[in-house]
């Protein structure tokens, strides 16, 4: 069917109704797919260009969402980036990389590289967020031979094993599948909610305290832990950012005994806060960083990035067919040439869009009872949805009805956590998109509040 490239943003007046065409799609992807994590609303999705997504029936939608967090420079990402993987798939598409050389990974390797502190290092690609985090988890085991790690509740690292095993954020996740491996968690900086019902500052970081007193003195001796693996914003676990003191404090715990730490930049990383790394918002590095979603610009590849003074390992002890594929790591070096070159002038994009954004959305924080929570650095950015503000007793029919009724406006919004909402555009997205955006969304709040 044709895509009028110009159709209007769906408007509720107009009304979004599900064709036979899309009903179609929808039973069928039901028939035969085993297991999804699928929303429920009825976006069957064809083209994505720039802000908009476009469904297969020629409806046109703002998207707040980035195809979770991929397209962090645009739907289908840049036409230089599509440009060079087709010419990559001309020449030699896969490459062998585990096996052979090739001068692609290691180029784009080294790009990458500038981009992270002094003394990275090594690279590993894969093909996953969950990969690199099952990468990083065996690299910190053999670097230190220990045994234990310790991660959040709320942690979203991954669904393989030793990814799942740090995971911690919704039990149907984990549910059935155990044992998991020797992970400890510990309550994340979720200051909103915090486990000790206390408030920031005046609470002295008792959160960090408590790693200290117990997981790290009753649970897993500190002197056998490998890592901590943290998000420096928890991305499926709420939009969660914790204060600076807290991400401190675990790089004072991990040196402290002799521990890695390792940062899952998979959600927060790649410009989205307007750094290249969100870890460098809390003026702390990591000793393991791990990539994925938007870094592959649209293809599928993990980065995992040691550093140097950890050493090298063993030949053999870690590989994986399609890492480093040729195409997809053409890709990956096209975007990063454009971030590289525009690093400036998208992170103060990102900081305007943010402001723009902060201050539509504390706004209506203060006009409507069931915004409860406003969080975010540059445009990662959650709110969180309440029956009220006094109780905060979790909003979530309510936040899965802004999502419905916002798609159905033309706005395509995704969960995170029990009761929150992402607000994750792409980056350079047009500032009269972000505001129309916005827009719907507030009367989405705004008629959601009425009936709740
Ligand atoms: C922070 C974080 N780490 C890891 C992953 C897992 O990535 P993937 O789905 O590519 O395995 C995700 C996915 O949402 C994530 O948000």
């Not at 720039?50 to 195809?67: A, C, E, K, P, V």
């Not at 053409?330 to 590289?340: E, F, T």
């Amino acid at each position: 069917m044709f895509i009028n490239s110009f159709a209007p943003i769906l408007n509720e007046s107009m009304g979004f109704k599900a064709d036979d065409r899309i009903r179609r799609a929808i039973a069928r992807d039901r028939k035969y797919m085993l297991t999804t994590t699928k929303e429920d609303f009825p976006l069957v999705v064809q083209k994505a260009s720039g802000d908009y997504i476009h469904d297969i029936s020629g409806n046109r939608f703002i998207d707040f969402s980035t195809f979770i967090s991929v397209y962090n420079f645009g739907g289908n990402s840049r036409k230089e980036v599509r440009e060079a993987i087709v010419k990559q798939i001309d020449l030699l598409m896969h490459n062998a990389f585990t096996d052979y050389y090739s001068e692609g990974p290691v180029n784009f390797a080294e790009s990458l590289l500038k981009m992270l502190p002094n003394g990275f290092g090594k690279v590993f690609f894969s093909n996953s967020g969950t990969e690199a985090n099952e990468a990083a988890l065996k690299f910190a085991r053999i670097f230190t031979k220990r045994e234990y790690v310790l991660a959040f509740y709320g942690a979203f690292h991954g669904r393989t094993y030793g990814s799942l095993s740090m995971t911690a954020s919704k039990t149907v996740q984990r549910a059935g599948v155990g044992p998991l491996g020797p992970v400890v968690h510990a309550p994340y900086a979720y200051c909103y909610r915090c486990p000790f019902k206390l408030e920031y500052p005046s609470c002295g970081m008792a959160c960090v305290d408590y790693i200290k007193k117990y997981p790290l003195s009753k649970e897993i001796p500190a002197n056998e832990t490998a890592a901590i693996f943290m998000e420096p914003i928890q991305g499926e676990g709420g939009y969660v950012v914790p204060p600076k003191e807290f991400v401190k404090g675990m790089r004072e715990i991990a040196d402290d005994n002799g521990m890695l730490l390792v940062d899952d930049e998979v959600q927060a990383g790649y410009m989205r806060t307007g750094k290249f790394l969100a870890l460098d918002n809390f003026g702390v590095k990591a000793d393991i960083y791990t990539f994925a979603k938007s870094i592959g610009a649209g293809l599928p590849l993990g980065v995992t990035v040691t550093r140097s003074s950890l050493g090298d390992l063993k030949p053999g002890s870690h590989a994986n067919t399609f890492g480093g594929n040729a195409a997809v790591v053409a890709g990956a070096d096209a975007l990063l040439g454009y971030v590289r070159r525009n690093m400036v002038r998208i992170e103060s994009g990102v900081k305007e869009r943010s402001r723009i954004a902060m201050k539509r959305l504390n706004e209506m924080k203060e006009n409507y009872e069931i915004v409860g929570d406003v969080r975010g650095i540059g445009l990662m950015i959650g709110i969180e949805i309440v029956k009220d503000k006094k109780s905060k007793i979790p909003g979530v029919k309510e936040r899965d009805a802004i999502i419905k009724r916002a798609f159905e406006s033309g706005l395509v919004l995704l969960p995170a956590g029990e009761c929150s909402i992402r607000i994750i555009p792409q980056l350079e997205i047009d500032k009269k998109v972000l505001e129309k955006g916005l827009d719907i969304l507030e009367e989405t709040i705004r008629k959601v509040s009425l009936t709740a």
